[in-house]
Each structure stands twice: as structure tokens, then as C-alpha cells.
């Protein structure tokens, strides 16, 4: 066969691109990715952060307003639209209607005829 006098080209040996191919991850787009995911990663604890304290304020400010109605002596509460007690009233309420406040309908509560009942819930609406 005489192989030993074939001449090869070595260039078409060896498959050029698999040794001279460049790196297809573009470094610069993957930086700016990643800052902007750090920047938001930062904006999220940071308004985490502030969104906590205010939080925590409001949470201040309601015990002092429920420390200073119940040392008022007064009975104060609020209720629905359904004219339902809210969960939040006075110590001084649980005293002058009873226990077990939340969720009990303020007219028979307050008034024990009908007609006076049906007046204070026409007037309020």
C-alpha cells in the first residue's frame, strides 16, 4: 500500500476550533449581574430593616395608648360595621358590660329594648 509515502496534512489532523476556541462567558455581563443582584439583595435588607423599627414603634405607641386608656377609668372601645366589639378595649369596659367583650353586638350590649336598639343602629349608620 505504500503508506509511507503519503503525504498528510497535519492541519486537517487535528480539529482547530476544540484548541483555539475562546471562552464564551462574557465576564464583564456577569460582574454587572451580579452587582445589580447585590444592590437588590442590599435594598431588601435595608428596607427589612427600617420596616422592623417602624414596626416596633408602632407597636410602642399601642401599648402606651392601651396603658393610658385603661388607667383612664373609662370605658372605650370600638366596633364594626356589623356593630361587633373589637378585640382592643378599656379594663373598664370588661367591668361595666361584662367578660368576653370581642365580638358581641354593642346594641345588646347597651340597650335591652328593641326599638332602642334599632334607633341607636339608624342613627350611627
Not at 373589637?86 to 354593642?106: M, P, V, Y
Request: one cysteine or more; glycine letters at 6%; charged letters at 25%.
Amino acid at each position: 500500500m505504500d503508506i509511507s509515502k503519503a503525504t498528510v496534512n497535519i492541519d486537517e489532523f487535528i480539529y482547530p476550533d476544540a484548541i483555539y476556541k475562546e471562552s464564551n462567558i462574557n465576564f464583564i455581563l456577569l460582574s454587572k449581574v451580579l452587582a445589580g443582584v447585590f444592590v437588590l439583595l442590599f435594598g431588601f435588607y435595608y428596607w427589612n430593616r427600617k420596616l422592623s423599627k417602624l414596626n416596633k414603634k408602632i407597636y410602642q405607641s399601642q401599648e402606651k395608648i392601651s396603658l393610658l386608656l385603661n388607667n383612664a377609668g373609662q370605658g372605650f372601645l370600638t366596633f364594626d360595621k356589623e356593630f361587633r366589639v373589637d378585640e382592643q378595649h378599656s379594663k373598664e369596659c370588661n367591668k361595666l358590660l361584662g367578660e368576653a367583650l370581642s365580638g358581641r353586638d354593642i346594641t345588646a350590649l347597651l340597650f335591652g329594648d328593641a326599638k332602642k336598639a334599632e334607633f341607636f343602629k339608624n342613627t350611627v349608620n
